[in-house]
């Protein structure tokens, strides 16, 4: 079959319905500060960071310059036994940014790949300590952490999961706290549900605590629709999992690099885990990668017997990758230049007001926010769920508003360095959206 070079049929696209999309696409030609640009010339403003990741806006010159030069000084280094000062550099600059122990950081191209080795780490982790029985692991409905088979698995969206059989054994979920009759509408952190973190003690009962290895949870829900984790929820989650010997893991691939106004969520909730990933906004989603923290008391378990002995055999081609470090540290650059990591604090407020002026909107049933993170919640068509998220996303685009739908769940999640005009174009737009759908 012979194709020109501008057939959309080649490319089987993630995530996308491509029969429509083909049909009717939605091309971006370039991206500056908080816009895209369309192939016909339209402005679309980025309402959700490219997706939750272009932390910094689009086409920042810290970064471009970053990779231009590193591009012609050392393209590509072997990430086995080889190792680049870029890589060191990043590590020491990140590390310094997350609180407590988490003091050590292992390279991986994506928030799928951080999640795999986090969970990898874990039942490591339990084996070299001879307790090689907990090799169980937890995770939560509604929870997305990538689409590698062991992120899958703890995954909790059922459209991720049933067309891909039995996945990884030995996984269980806790309850999901979305929906709480109590905390619609709440503003920030919902005050009902902290008690569903007990449900870790009913698996705990169920299966033995001494064969879980770990617990994977977001701080904050962004791909299953924004579900913000109620007031102590995340600390007794902490404290059941300190009382059975279990590791506690933060996907933060969505959180990380200052959403919620602070570096990471760990730090604006308080709760330290003992592995926590990230991606996404590490390199500004300009270059793929991801990195994983871990507290120093695992790391040191790992560092025994011969100094040449492989401690974890675990990693990737493009781990540490040269091009990727480059991008990183233009990143940490801009947001350290431009005081990024903390400015959503400043503007969570007005955000906030914005987003919760359309819960009076005929079809929204709930709003949701915490700091630079907003969920509108429609009602669905009955017996066609996610149908008018669908046409809503469609007709915010043609509207000239990239958000993001899951189910019928707008999200909003604006660069860091949106400004309160940004965020009134966002709603505004949101607005006329919502009135204008059946």
Not at 340 to 369: C, I, K, M, Q, W
Request: glycine letters at 12%.
């Amino acid at each position: 079959m012979s194709r020109n070079a501008n057939s959309l049929d080649a490319y089987w696209m993630p995530f996308t319905g491509n029969r429509a999309f083909k049909q009717h696409p939605r091309m971006m030609a370039s991206a500056d500060g908080m816009y895209y640009r369309t192939v016909d010339g339209r402005e679309i403003i980025d309402g959700i960071s490219g997706l939750w990741c272009c932390n910094a806006g689009h086409n920042r010159p810290r970064i471009v310059e970053a990779i231009r030069k590193q591009a012609g000084e050392l393209d590509y280094s072997p990430a086995f036994q080889i190792g680049h000062h870029k890589a060191f550099e990043l590590a020491n600059r990140l590390v310094k940014l997350m609180p407590g122990a988490l003091d050590h950081v292992f390279f991986t191209n994506s928030g799928s790949e951080s999640v795999e080795t986090a969970l990898k780490i874990a039942v490591a982790y339990h084996r070299i300590r001879g307790e090689g029985g907990r090799v169980r692991l937890i995770g939560r409905e509604k929870g997305y952490h990538g689409v590698n088979f062991g992120g899958t698995a703890v995954g909790g969206m059922a459209a991720n999961r049933k067309m891909f059989g039995t996945l990884v054994a030995g996984v269980d979920h806790l309850r999901h706290t979305h929906g709480i009759a109590d905390n619609r509408f709440s503003r920030g952190e919902p005050e009902h549900g902290a008690d569903y973190a007990d449900d870790l003690e009913r698996l705990c009962q169920l299966h033995d605590p001494s064969t879980i290895a770990a617990v994977i949870g977001e701080p904050v829900a962004g791909s299953a629709g924004v579900i913000i984790q109620p007031k102590g929820y995340l600390k007794r989650l902490r404290e059941i999992c300190d009382r059975h010997g279990i590791l506690l893991i933060f996907d933060e691939v969505i959180t990380g690099y200052g959403r919620l106004g602070k570096p990471f969520a760990v730090e604006h909730f308080a709760v330290e885990p003992d592995i926590v990933t990230t991606a996404k906004g590490l390199t500004n989603g300009v270059i793929p990668m991801g990195a994983v923290f871990v507290q120093s008391n695992i790391y040191d378990a790992f560092m025994q017997g011969p100094p040449t002995a492989i401690e974890l055999f675990h990693g990737y081609t493009y781990s540490g990758n040269p091009m990727a470090c480059a991008a990183a540290l233009g990143t940490l650059d801009t947001y350290e230049e431009e005081g990024l990591l903390t400015r959503a604090s400043a503007l969570a407020g007005y955000f906030e007001d914005a987003v919760h002026s359309l819960r009076d909107l005929p079809l929204v049933v709930d709003v949701r926010n915490l700091g630079f993170i907003g969920g509108i919640e429609l009602a669905p068509i009955a017996g066609e769920p996610a149908k008018r998220g669908f046409a809503a996303y469609v007709r915010a685009f043609e509207m000239g508003l990239l958000a993001r739908t899951t189910g019928d769940t707008f999200a909003l999640a604006p660069s860091l360095i949106a400004e309160k005009k940004h965020i009134d174009i966002m709603v505004d737009t949101l607005r006329r959206v919502i009135t204008a759908i059946d």
